[in-house]
T-cell receptor
Framework: EAGVVQSPRYKIIEKKQPVAFWCNPI?????LYWYLQNLGQGPELLIR????????DSQLPKDRFSAERLKGVDSTLKIQPAELGDSAVYLC??????????FGEGSRLTVL | DQQVKQNSPSLSVQEGRISILNCDYT??????FLWYKKYPAEGPTFLIS?????DKNEDGRFTVFLNKSAKHLSLHIVPSQPGDSAVYFC????????????FGKGTKLSVKP
């Protein structure tokens, strides 16, 4: 069974540029999460989807961050414009509702 | 305000000995706890979990203990192996959070041969 797939693995951009991250969850997992992990910290939830509906986006900075999961499968997280403080690892996870989350390898963003 | 706390940023243990990683939480609504293991440049991988109705769960070399009255859980690894060297995250969720996990900052375990 394929795991959670994320791309790109690494991205370096200059501040004020846009960036997008893509995630394909484990097949059959209806719940998809985007987490942010800063250096030396644990992952922090940005947004959770149940199928195509964003059911918890309270921690998503909506002035510059957006996300979509149009067909209830893969998802895209976008930042526009990026700021220096956005440098972090963006983790995607999926779940079948058992309480256990399966994470992808993450997308490491560096903003110069 | 951190709801899940891992107060030891690092731990060094000799191969073959026991590793004990600790985690404290403040939210009494948490009812499900998990440990994740993370290698560099990889995503966290699930290790073991425990429901609040239990006080112990064991899986091979890994055992998680839960003390609800103290709001404390610990992960025991016996015997420790060099391949166990990684960052370990404690995470918690509650029924009302619909599976949203709250993570601690992690403890870096180094197992020396």
């Amino acid at each position: 069974e394929a795991g959670v797939v994320q791309s790109p693995r690494y991205k370096i951009i200059e501040k004020k540029q846009p960036v997008a991250f893509w995630c394909n969850p484990i097949s059959g997992h209806n719940t998809l999460y985007w987490y942010l992990q800063n250096l030396g910290q644990g992952p922090e939830l940005l947004i959770r989807y149940e199928n195509e509906e964003a059911v918890d986006d309270s921690q998503l900075p909506k002035d510059r961050f957006s996300a979509e999961r149009l067909k209830g499968v893969d998802s895209t997280l976008k930042i526009q414009p990026a700021e220096l403080g956005d440098s972090a690892v963006y983790l995607c996870a999926s779940s079948s509702g058992t309480g256990e989350l399966f994470f992808g390898e993450g997308s490491r963003l560096t903003v110069l | 305000d951190q709801q899940v706390k891992q107060n030891s940023p690092s731990l060094s243990v000799q191969e073959g000995r026991i590793s004990i990683l600790n985690c404290d939480y403040t939210n009494s609504m948490f009812d499900y706890f998990l440990w994740y293991k993370k290698y560099p440049a990889e995503g966290p991988t699930f290790l073991i979990s425990i429901s609040s109705i239990k006080d112990k769960n064991e899986d091979g070399r890994f055992t998680v203990f839960l003390n609800k009255s103290a709001k404390h859980l610990s992960l025991h690894i016996v015997p420790s192996q060099p391949g166990d060297s990684a960052v370990y995250f404690c995470a918690a969720s509650s029924v009302g959070s619909q599976g949203n996990l709250i993570f601690g900052k992690g403890t870096k375990l180094s197992v020396k041969p």
